[in-house]
């Protein structure tokens, strides 16, 4: 297998998309998570002389750097200035530098106001000052996609020149994401094949939607490193997502990286906890959804030999399989869910749950595997196989006034109450059913994500769907996930619906 490097800029390029700003602890976590566990070969913090939080952050990750062997793996982008940006580069630590200069004659003439041979006169003051310091060098030529296109004797004429020197790579960035997977192709193997002994990067960006395609016709012609985010964080449109751009080199060419699959989706989690910027649900690999089965076919499929399966297969990114329940489920689909939560039902049974569930799914209702238990307790009238209850709620919110909560619940037939103070309603509330848990001895897990949904209308009566996701360890100390949902007019109501259904999901599970 061929090996290609993964250079990550997550925390350069991919912080200029539009209202993102991580802080130093963030990108610090981003940092480590990237390196020690995702495993990327290089990582492209920031750009030098920023600001001096930037300048803070980046000393605080060469330290940890440094004891963690991972110090050459470091890179800042910085300019043709002589020698400003080389000295901030050693004030922090840093050992390379990604040297920003101009891949088109048309940047290079309208935007310094100089020809090649001036532009490369500083190049060379750069760059010499740069050796001279220990500081390894690579080279962008911004604008390079425009540059090749209009002004190609231009862009030669800069490599063969750039060559003379000790610089280690030269990165052909998409600069405006213009380029299609066919021009890059045809790009990027003309100068390999004109310059076979250069270590050339390819650096997209997506405003085409062309990003993932971009980077894996440039690694198919013959580019030794691509350029990525997680997420596909970016100006604009973003740029190429570390995920498709790994799993595309790796399924359709069989080039090899060192990234660590499964840690890929933890990484994508904390870069939009921290971002705040929502991966969409159908985003491939990453995606709430795409592990999930809606359609009834597809169940059966799966049940009858795995029909519908491809290489991407959920447990290669430590997922799992899901079957959605809605409108298109068929008996296949509530089968595997029942055999999840072990639950038997007959014949009889599952063709009038199944109704019910195709029932909902019209009335745009969404069922989880974890309300399965409450819809047959419904129909069928079955004797509860959990008994934890809220009896009584009552929740106090006054301007300027700290929340109160008074909570009373039931378990096992005992009634337990609590009051407790909170930062918010719902805080309140949980406060108050902590101490009851505990009493009971039920094991609390922690919260990992909240999403209010409100129909599009804006009616102050409309119902309102909380989706809660919990995250709890068992006695082996494996991670389990847990989602709940619940629907009310009142946001508040419908979140300690979801939590009641956590509980009682947590309990049932432990039972079976």
Same mark, same amino acid.
């Given at each position: 297998?061929?090996?290609?490097?993964?250079?990550?800029?997550?925390?350069?390029?991919g912080?200029?998309?539009?209202?993102?700003?991580?802080?130093?602890?963030?990108?610090?976590?981003?940092?480590?998570?990237?390196?020690?566990?995702?495993?990327v070969?290089?990582l492209e913090?920031?750009?030098?002389r920023?600001?001096?939080?930037?300048?803070?952050?980046?000393?605080k990750v060469?330290?940890?750097?440094?004891?963690?062997?991972?110090i050459?793996?470091?890179?800042i982008?910085?300019?043709?200035?002589?020698?400003k940006?080389?000295d901030?580069a050693?004030?922090?630590?840093?050992?390379?530098?990604?040297?920003?200069?101009?891949g088109?004659?048309?940047?290079?003439?309208?935007?310094?106001g100089?020809?090649?041979?001036?532009?490369?006169?500083?190049?060379?003051?750069?760059i010499?000052?740069?050796?001279?310091?220990?500081?390894?060098?690579?080279?962008?030529l911004?604008?390079?996609?425009?540059?090749?296109?209009d002004?190609?004797?231009?862009?030669?004429?800069?490599?063969d020149?750039?060559?003379?020197?000790?610089?280690?790579?030269?990165?052909?960035?998409?600069?405006l994401?213009?380029?299609?997977?066919?021009?890059?192709?045809?790009?990027?193997k003309?100068?390999?094949?004109k310059?076979?002994?250069?270590?050339f990067?390819?650096?997209?960006h997506?405003?085409?939607?062309?990003?993932?395609?971009?980077?894996l016709?440039?690694?198919?012609?013959?580019?030794?490193g691509?350029? /990525?985010?997680?997420?596909?964080? #970016?100006e604009?449109? +973003?740029? $190429? =997502? !570390?995920?498709?751009?790994?799993v595309?080199?790796?399924?359709?060419?069989g080039?090899?990286?060192?990234?660590?699959e499964?840690?890929?989706?933890k990484?994508?989690?904390?870069?939009?906890?921290?971002?705040?910027?929502?991966?969409?649900?159908?985003k491939p690999?990453?995606?709430?959804n795409?592990?999930?089965?809606?359609?009834?076919?597809?169940?059966d499929?799966?049940?009858?030999?795995?029909?519908?399966?491809?290489?991407?297969v959920p447990e290669?990114?430590?997922? /799992?399989?899901?079957y959605?329940? #809605?409108?298109?489920s +068929?008996? $296949? =689909? !509530?089968?595997?869910?029942?055999?999840?939560l072990?639950?038997e039902?007959?014949e009889?049974?599952?063709?009038?749950?199944?109704?019910?569930?195709?029932?909902?799914?019209?009335?745009?209702?969404?069922?989880?595997?974890?309300?399965?238990?409450?819809?047959?307790?419904?129909?069928?009238?079955?004797?509860?196989?959990?008994?934890?209850?809220?009896?009584?709620?009552?929740?106090?919110?006054?301007y300027?006034?700290?929340?109160?909560?008074a909570?009373?619940c039931?378990?096992?037939?005992?009634?337990?109450?609590?009051?407790?103070? +909170?930062?918010?309603?719902?805080?309140?509330?949980?406060?108050?059913?902590?101490?009851i848990?505990?009493?009971?001895?039920?094991?609390i897990?922690?919260?990992?994500?909240?999403?209010?949904?409100?129909?599009?209308?804006?009616?102050?009566?409309?119902?309102?769907?909380?989706?809660?996701?919990?995250?709890?360890?068992d006695?082996?100390?494996?991670?389990e996930?847990?989602?709940?949902?619940?629907?009310?007019?009142?946001?508040i109501?419908?979140?300690?619906e979801?939590t009641i259904?956590?509980?009682n999901?947590?309990?049932?599970?432990?039972?079976?």
């Amino acid at each position: 297998m061929k090996s290609i490097e993964i250079m990550d800029t997550t925390l350069r390029d991919g912080e200029q998309m539009q209202n993102v700003s991580y802080t130093t602890e963030e990108k610090l976590a981003i940092s480590k998570i990237l390196l020690t566990e995702v495993k990327v070969d290089r990582l492209e913090l920031t750009s030098a002389r920023a600001s001096t939080g930037e300048k803070f952050f980046v000393e605080k990750v060469t330290k940890w750097a440094e004891e963690a062997g991972y110090i050459n793996a470091l890179e800042i982008l910085s300019f043709v200035d002589k020698t400003k940006s080389i000295d901030w580069a050693i004030s922090v630590g840093i050992k390379r530098i990604n040297l920003l200069t101009k891949g088109s004659k048309k940047h290079c003439e309208n935007q310094l106001g100089k020809n090649l041979k001036e532009h490369l006169h500083d190049i060379y003051e750069t760059i010499n000052y740069a050796i001279q310091k220990n500081i390894e060098v690579n080279v962008y030529l911004e604008d390079f996609s425009n540059g090749i296109k209009d002004s190609p004797d231009y862009v030669f004429e800069m490599i063969d020149n750039l060559i003379k020197l000790p610089i280690k790579r030269i990165m052909l960035p998409d600069t405006l994401g213009i380029f299609n997977p066919f021009e890059t192709y045809d790009y990027v193997k003309l100068l390999v094949e004109k310059y076979p002994h250069v270590h050339f990067d390819f650096h997209p960006h997506n405003d085409y939607g062309l990003g993932v395609a971009n980077a894996l016709a440039a690694a198919k012609a013959g580019a030794k490193g691509i350029h /990525v985010t997680v997420n596909g964080m #970016g100006e604009r449109a +973003g740029n $190429a =997502s !570390l995920d498709e751009v790994v799993v595309g080199l790796k399924d359709f060419f069989g080039f090899k990286t060192g990234i660590c699959e499964k840690e890929l989706y933890k990484a994508s989690k904390m870069v939009e906890m921290f971002s705040g910027q929502r991966v969409a649900n159908n985003k491939p690999i990453y995606g709430a959804n795409v592990f999930t089965q809606t359609a009834g076919i597809h169940a059966d499929g799966d049940k009858k030999g795995n029909l519908y399966a491809n290489k991407l297969v959920p447990e290669r990114f430590g997922r /799992v399989r899901e079957y959605a329940l #809605g409108k298109l489920s +068929g008996k $296949a =689909s !509530l089968e595997m869910n029942l055999k999840k939560l072990g639950i038997e039902l007959d014949e009889e049974k599952k063709k009038i749950l199944l109704d019910k569930i195709i029932e909902l799914g019209d009335k745009k209702k969404v069922v989880t595997i974890e309300d399965l238990p409450y819809i047959i307790d419904d129909i069928f009238e079955m004797p509860q196989e959990v008994s934890f209850k809220l009896i009584h709620c009552v929740i106090n919110t006054t301007y300027n006034l700290k929340p109160f909560s008074a909570v009373k619940c039931s378990y096992n037939n005992e009634v337990m109450d609590a009051y407790a103070y +909170g930062d918010g309603g719902y805080d309140a509330f949980m406060n108050a059913l902590k101490q009851i848990l505990q009493r009971f001895n039920i094991t609390i897990p922690n919260l990992v994500d909240y999403v209010v949904t409100i129909p599009p209308g804006g009616k102050t009566d409309a119902l309102v769907q909380t989706t809660i996701y919990w995250e709890l360890k068992d006695e082996n100390n494996k991670v389990e996930h847990i989602v709940t949902r619940g629907l009310n007019p009142d946001q508040i109501i419908a979140a300690i619906e979801a939590t009641i259904r956590m509980i009682n999901q947590i309990l049932l599970r432990k039972k079976k």
